[in-house]
Antibody
């Protein structure tokens, strides 16, 4: 069974740090992009960060740049999110999600469309930033 | 930064067709996908690459994308389809979600 299981959430004070983990199973982890997506209870989804298959590409939403670091260990089928300088607004459920990215060329290769979607999601881990 | 706009809510009667829109600048030049999220559950991918359905997603779910608008259509809507729906696209190396649409089946 294809599965993602997050862990590491908890209560942390503002300015503190937390490291989330995501354990993958049931598929070849090293073949896929992987994401962190968060959701404030009762609110919408917000993409946080992602990483390509070998870790050579990483992207972040502006609000976490310089504070969060995404990493992966393909030998351990695991994804991580190091969260530093945490703020109250980082309080959310954090999901790990498998990503699929590809390119479609058209007009004789003069134009390209990028597709990116997340086809497998974990159940999430809750992070609460509060004093 | 790129923005995707969805109506906050859509209502539909059982058996009727529900349409949920997602608007963004030249969205038709990008690929859109859609997720369904029920209360207390994780999101589930229901449409990818504008109109493709993952295995296990009922045929009543379909999608389109042209101009500035992507549309998720649910034909013969069932009570079990009541959920929050999110569109998503990829722009400038970031994944962008719409704000979500609450679909009510009544």
């Amino acid at each position: 069974e294809v599965q993602l299981v997050e862990s590491g959430g908890g209560l942390v004070q503002p300015g503190g740090s937390l490291r989330l983990s995501c354990a993958a199973s049931g598929f070849t982890f090293s073949n896929y992009w992987i994401n962190w997506v968060r959701q404030v209870p009762g609110k919408g989804l917000e993409w946080v960060a992602n990483m390509n298959q070998d870790g050579s590409e990483t992207y972040y939403v502006d609000s976490v740049k310089g504070r969060f670091t995404i990493s992966r260990d393909n030998a351990k089928n695991s994804l991580y999110l190091q969260m530093d300088s945490l703020r109250a607004e980082d309080t959310a459920v954090y999901y790990c999600a498998r990503g699929i990215r590809g390119l479609y060329y058209y007009d004789s290769g003069t134009h390209v469309r990028v597709y990116y979607y997340m086809d497998v999601w974990g159940k999430g881990t809750t992070v609460t930033v509060s004093s | 930064s790129y923005e995707l706009t969805q109506p906050p809510s859509v209502s539909v009667s059982p058996g009727q067709t529900a349409s949920i829109t997602c608007s963004g600048d030249k969205l038709g030049d990008k690929y859109a996908c859609w997720y369904q999220q029920k209360p207390g559950q994780s999101p589930v991918l229901v449409i990818y690459k504008d109109s493709e359905r993952p295995s296990g997603i009922p045929e009543r779910f379909s999608g389109s994308n042209s101009g500035n608008t992507a549309t998720l259509t649910i034909s013969g809507t069932q009570a079990m389809d009541e959920a929050e729906y999110y569109c998503q696209a990829w722009d400038s190396s970031t994944a962008v979600f719409g704000g979500g649409t609450k679909l009510t089946v009544l």
